[in-house]
């Protein structure tokens, strides 16, 4: 009876696939392009899921465990992938079900990575499809889950603390229903804010709301094969630039700015360390592509448009930056192990996490020089607990065993190194662009089917930070 409340849960969340599915429905019809039934049948489902459960949830109080919010959200999550699969699936275009939950898990884990080869030949409602997919993945369709369950007699802060990124899970209100909202109204007027700089630098209607969309959601996919560089726009390129980097910093330090409490930005170590690799990275590359470029402008701008790319778990890219020297290429590759910031859109490891074992690394120096003294680790300007950094590195081990295991799986059906462990690497990062194979223009098709299905479980995991989901194979949490 507990795992069918459970259960109801994941189905309510399918549920807001509905308001999700009506804009490519209405430009499907509006376009004519053939697709409609592509979205009726997903929506028909959805609602068919939705609404018992719905009304068996109202009016009940169910208090759930820390421990059920693990399950909540993998299932959740999963479900969501399997319905955002359909329209896919039903479109008249054969897209097979391993692309087409491959697509879906995208979307949802904010993989730069697609199975399409000519993305303009596709038609533009199921574009629009994949960038909304892409949108709602980046805040977390959770969060938006949790502002709405306790309306129907359902807490939610388990399911938060499952879902959030980052080691520190921060209420910025005392209610968790108030911080769902007012983190997806930053989000919502980000978006809206790179929408019209967008329409402002001359990109039509339809190419600045997907753009937005997957931008902010650090998604980076695109309406055009060759992504932002089609419109050869230095203004375009800057823009989204700024916006990569605003979409990977901690949303909760956002609130707190808007509360004029400014100056904890820039007391936030991790915020510090972030803007640092940003500009450094940059700045070297840059040096290196001088000899290269036409215009010292010209390094300038692929070099912090890739640098913030690769940082933020975006996955766009302007050129083939395997053709850069190889200090540059080799920039590029390291930043793929960073990630954004905790409480952000981005994946990866987060660079809270890195910050915390490179302090920790340099107490360990101090304590082979001082032996009796006692050190701790200093993160905004607070001593840190000694059990954050026990769990840092316990994820940083996990995080390096998935790719281990995705990188010998995908070599194991005959891939070259080079392409397993990049893949291994972009997918459990969720960044979508690679090198070998999997290069800049961050193409799976090629994979069997079985690897893109490998893929997208390894997608949604990273996602959801890797214990979320792997603590459900543990005999400890069943025996609970």
Not at 92 to 102: E, K, L, N, Q, T
Not at 131 to 140: D, E, K, L, R
Not at 150 to 167: D, I, Y
Request: with cysteine; net charge positive.
């Amino acid at each position: 009876m507990r795992f069918f409340k459970i259960l109801q849960i994941p189905l309510i969340a399918v549920g807001f696939l509905v308001p999700m599915l009506i804009p490519p429905l209405v430009l499907s019809l509006v376009s004519h392009d053939g697709m409609p039934k592509a979205y009726l049948i997903p929506l028909f489902i959805a609602l068919l899921l939705n609404l018992p459960s719905l009304f068996l949830l109202k009016n009940q109080t169910s208090p759930l465990r820390a421990r059920d919010g693990f399950l909540l959200v993998t299932l959740t999550w999963f479900f969501l992938t399997a319905a955002g699969a359909m329209p896919y699936i039903f479109s008249p275009y054969g897209i097979s079900i391993a692309d087409s939950i491959f697509e879906s898990a995208c979307g949802f884990a904010t993989t730069g990575a697609t199975t399409f080869t000519d993305i303009e030949a596709l038609p533009r409602s199921l574009l629009l499809w994949r960038s909304i997919c892409h949108w709602a993945g980046g805040m977390g369709i959770i969060v938006l889950t949790v502002a709405l369950l306790p309306l129907f007699g359902v807490g939610g802060f388990q399911l938060v603390k499952a879902e959030t990124p980052g080691p520190d899970k921060e209420r910025i209100t005392p209610k968790i229903t108030s911080t769902a909202k007012i983190l997806w109204l930053v989000y919502f007027v980000l978006t809206v804010v790179l929408f019209v700089l967008y329409v402002l630098g001359g990109m039509g209607i339809f190419d600045a709301v997907c753009h937005a969309f997957t931008t902010l959601a650090t998604g980076g996919v695109s309406t055009k094969n060759s992504g932002i560089a089609f419109y050869n726009s230095a203004y375009l390129e800057v823009v989204t630039t700024i916006f990569m980097l605003l979409a990977a910093f901690n949303f909760n330090l956002y609130v707190r700015a808007l509360r004029g409490k400014i100056i904890d930005i820039f007391n936030n170590t991790e915020a510090r360390v972030y803007f640092l690799i940003f500009i450094v990275s940059g700045a070297v590359i840059t040096i290196n592509l001088l000899p290269l470029s036409d215009t010292p402008w010209t390094a300038l701008r692929y070099a912090f448009f890739h640098t913030a790319s690769i940082l933020s778990t975006t996955g766009s890219t302007l050129t083939n930056y395997e053709a850069w020297p190889p200090l540059s290429a080799a920039i590029l590759f390291m930043l793929m192990f960073v990630g954004g910031c905790s409480g952000s859109t981005a994946c990866g490891i987060k660079v809270v996490r890195w910050t915390v074992l490179f302090k920790q690394s340099v107490n360990e120096v101090r304590k082979a020089i001082y032996p009796r003294g006692v050190f701790s680790v200093q993160l905004n300007k607070k001593a840190g607990r000694k059990d954050v950094v026990y769990g840092v590195a316990g994820f940083i081990f996990l995080y390096f065993f998935i790719v281990a295991v995705t990188t010998l799986v995908t070599a194991a059906s005959g891939f070259d190194l080079w392409t397993s462990f990049t893949a291994a690497l972009s997918v459990t990062g969720n960044i979508g662009a690679g090198f070998g194979r999997v290069n800049q223009a961050g193409n799976y098709g090629f994979f069997p089917d079985h690897i893109k299905l490998f893929f997208s479980f390894t997608m949604i995991a990273a996602r959801l930070e890797l214990w979320t989901v792997f603590v459900l194979f543990t005999k400890e949490y069943w025996r609970g």
